[in-house]
T-cell receptor, first 115, second 114 residues
């Protein structure tokens, strides 16, 4: 059981380039999430998916798109990267589809630098 | 949006000392979670609290869900060097049964006293 895996671990982009961050979970969880973590800011939710085929915006969705490819995979896309998107990105998953007891399990993170 | 105030922001520990940190909010939460993050890693869940007043332990860690549902604390007893890291509280709020989102505190960084 690998839990939540993320690729790549590190990425450097130039302003305006695009890329997709990949996330997969093998726990048969229904919900998946993308967060960004910036120094002194804690974790902020970008997008989440409560079930296969559904996605919803979180606190900071601007500049990002997501795809829930299937139950296992949830990708995050930056169409035109900006320096403000330099951050550490974490994917997480949880068993249910919301309802009050949603313990989330996190991947190891993707460190992104936009020049 | 909702905010969690986590304190202290940082603290130094000496091996064997007890450590306390807490989170407060002006909003009511249904669930409180405490995570630890080591350098270069993702957050790892330490303790989950689901009921107001609940007191839960995990080894040397003890956490409580405040009676008002607006706060939670985490205690670490007899700290050891591997306790260093960043500890995050997170609160889950639900609206009428729809998907709940976690709101994170900004973290408490534990370091070893020089």
């Amino acid at each position: 059981n690998a839990g939540v895996t993320q690729t790549p671990k590190f990425q450097v982009l130039k302003t305006g380039q695009s890329m997709t961050l990949q996330c997969a979970q093998d726990m048969n969880h229904n919900s998946m999430y993308w967060y960004r973590q910036d120094p002194g800011m804690g974790l902020r939710l970008i997008y989440y998916s409560a079930s296969e085929g559904t996605t919803d915006k979180g606190e900071v969705p601007n500049g990002y798109n997501v795809s829930r490819l299937n139950k296992r995979e949830f990708s995050l896309r930056l169409e035109s990267a900006a320096p403000s998107q330099t951050s550490v990105y974490f994917c997480a998953s949880s068993e249910g589809q919301g309802g009050g007891q949603e313990t989330q399990y996190f991947g190891p993170g993707t460190r992104l630098l936009v020049l | 949006g909702q905010q969690l105030n986590q304190s202290p922001q940082s603290m130094f520990i000496q091996e064997g000392e007890d450590v306390s940190m807490n989170c407060t909010s002006s909003s009511i939460f249904n669930t409180w979670l405490w995570y630890k993050q080591d350098p270069g890693e993702g957050p790892v869940l330490l303790i989950a609290l689901y009921k107001a007043g609940e007191l839960t332990s995990n080894g040397r860690l003890t956490a409580q869900f405040g009676i008002t549902r607006k706060d939670s604390f985490l205690n670490i007893s007899a700290s050891i060097p591997s306790d260093v890291g960043i500890y995050f509280c997170a609160g889950l709020m639900n609206y009428g049964g729809s998907q709940g989102n976690l709101i994170f505190g900004k973290g408490t960084k534990l370091s070893v006293k020089p």
